[in-house]
């Protein structure tokens, strides 16, 4: 049986993770190492995180069985909810720690980066909330797709910088904002997004997420009387599938992450070194790291978290790949089917359960929707145009 | 002799002299770059930083960013940069600098006997720390490669010490909290860290990251051995060229010798 691994001050799930960084950064990541391991052990931090979840992020998210889908591919499918929470991701679980964690710390300030924008739209708000000034790199290709949510954070009182070096993306946005920190890492902390980063980050936002996992796990047993068959979600550097693997790891169900074939790390990538983790990554035969190329940019990362290619070398979990056309149309499929909008990353994982559906029937199938789509509207309109 | 010996006896016998060391850095691949090193090395180098250029330089600025962006599109590579060292006739040592996924995916044996092979003395990796710097450390001492560690200004005073028992060559003594790039004045930092290092350690100190002309070098040199010069020298590379590099270099080397004379023996 399989067990959740919790790294020793090595930072290693196996071979992969570590803390790969500048050393101006080391004192830093080894001081949230030690002031993220106090939280988590105290009562009163839990609780107020707990009270933050429950009465500002709207959790515990529901699950929702999708009758409709489930008898059109002879499957029970069921879906962990987490697109109802506020700002509309799972990503507000890991901000909201990470935030009354720099509070703690006595930080004044936070940096992010962003792909898709849902990581910096939770960052500016709980930034808001918090009470702290709040930056955002995001990548200039990205801030063009993504229009709606740069205003978002806008709105919420963060800066937005768009990134012009390298592929103008989500890899080029970590680096701007590791650059950031370098330069400012007394008065900052790095709320890095997903499960990637150099230790603690990958074990950090890691628990910050497991919530999905812990509750989606109960909620399953409560109305099935059964863990489900297979879970699944998408992965672009990982973390709502980390969130709700996390609560199956030990259990028989198949873990399926999805990533797009154009930035399929697990599926294609070879192990290496980038952003402070050994991972596995897209790069070429010289170690240069690769662009990655989805429609969906919040899974447009040439790596992934160092859990996930651990889980991958012992055989744990799956990490298939689907290819941008049969994303569309499980978006589509969702909204006709159940009147949901994915966002577009959860559709990657409907597009792999509705592939695979002739070898599930009759399982139960446990899919992290890990936030809605209407971010992607605008950009769904201009692919679709009149077709629809 | 090995590359090691050569670059750390090098900049000992400069500090015996009483002199500064004064390295610059070259964006490997970019244009004109082997000119460069060619008018660093005839202006006055103590020894020469090569910077093989990568995809995710996350501790290099805007300048540096700028280069290793046309070294990369004009298709360089650690192979072709090694090969052009090679056939290089400079009399001064070279340093390579690299982000650790050259060295990992290459395989650090292989990439230490790629560095001897192309007459390479050392290696700068900064995105390595202490902690996870052993396997490559080890590679590089059988092979006589130096691995120049980075000490930062954020470090406790505990840590300083099993930096620089790890540093081969020199220390690299990093002048801020920030990336490569010119600033208007030197930071209080760069001298401050190079003094708690030098009370550390006796293998010769250097300040890099944001010692941006003759002046600020002369500054940081009151308590360093000597200083590293990157984005001052790549952006006169890229704008000027070699010539206009060699004018600089030139003249940080005086600055620094007249301040810093060679002691008559």
Known sequence: MTTLVTPGTDGRFGDFGGRFVPETLVPACQELEREFAAAWEDETFRAELNQILAEYAGRPSIITECENLGRQLGIKLVLK???????????????????????????????????????????????????????V????????????????????????????????????????????????????????????????????????????????????????????????????GGSNAMGIFSGFVDTDARLIGVEPAGGAAVGRGQPGVVHGMKSYLMQDEFGQVQEAHSISAGLDYPGVGPEHSYLASIGRAEYPTVTDDEVIAAFQLMARSEGIIPALECAHALAWIVLESPRLAGKTVL????????????QMMDILGNSI | MSGAGLLETTLRAVRSEGRKSLVPYVTGGAP?????????????????????????????????????????EAGATPVSIFEELRLLDVQVPIVVMCYYNTVFHAGHE?????????????????????????P?????????????????????????????????????????????????????????????????????????????????????????????????????????????????????????????PRIKS
């Open chain 2, 136 to 260: 490559w450390c080890e590679a590089a001492d059988r092979h006589g490669v130096a691995t120049v560690m980075l000490a930062a200004p954020t470090a406790p005073d505990e840590r300083l010490p099993r930096v620089t028992a790890r540093a081969r060559g020199f220390v690299y003594s990093v002048g801020l909290l920030g990336v490569t790039g010119e600033r208007q004045s030197l930071a209080a930092t760069a001298t401050a860290l190079a003094a708690r290092l030098k009370s550390v350690t006796d293998v010769p100190v250097l300040v890099g990251v944001g010692v941006s002309n003759a002046e600020q070098a002369v500054q940081a040199c009151e308590v360093a051995d000597g200083v590293i010069q990157g984005a001052a020298v790549v952006r006169r590379m890229l704008e000027g060229g070699p010539d206009s590099v060699g004018e600089f270099v030139a003249e940080v080397r005086r600055a620094l010798d007249d301040r810093f």
């Open chain 2, 32 to 72: 004109q770059w082997v000119e460069t090193v060619r008018a660093c090395a005839a202006n006055g180098a103590t020894a020469i930083e090569v910077g093989i250029p990568f995809s995710d330089p996350v501790m290099d600025g805007p300048v540096i960013q700028e280069a290793s962006q046309l070294a990369l």
């Open chain 1, 137 to 236: 790199y995001m990548g200039a290709v990205d801030v063009e797709r993504q229009a709606l949510n740069v205003f978002r954070m806008r709105l919420l009182g963060a800066e937005v910088e768009a990134v012009h070096s390298g592929s103008r993306t989500l890899k080029d946005a970590v680096n701007e904002a590791m650059r950031d920190w370098v330069a400012t890492v007394e008065s900052t902390h790095y709320c890095l997004g997903s499960v990637m980063g150099p230790h603690p980050y990958p074990y950090m936002v890691r628990q910050f997420h497991r919530v999905i996992g812990d509750e989606a796990r109960v909620q399953m047993r409560d109305r099935y009387k059964k863990d489900p068959d297979v879970i699944v979600a998408c992965v672009g």
């Open chain 1, 367 to 378: 899919m992290n929707l890990s936030g809605r789509g209407d971010k992607d509207v605008a």
């Open chain 2, 110 to 134: 292989r990439f230490a006997k790629s560095l001897v092979d192309a007459g390479v003395c050392g290696a700068i990796i900064p995105d390595l720390p202490l902690e996870e710097s052993g």
């Open chain 1, 81 to 135: 909810r987490e697109d109802l929470n506020h700002t509309g991701s799972h990503k507000i679980n890991n901000v909201l720690g990470q935030t009354l964690l720099a509070k703690r710390m006595g930080k004044r300030r936070i940096v992010a980066e962003t792909g898709a924008g849902q990581h910096g739209v939770a960052s500016a708000t709980a930034a808001a909330l918090m009470g702290l000034e709040c930056k």
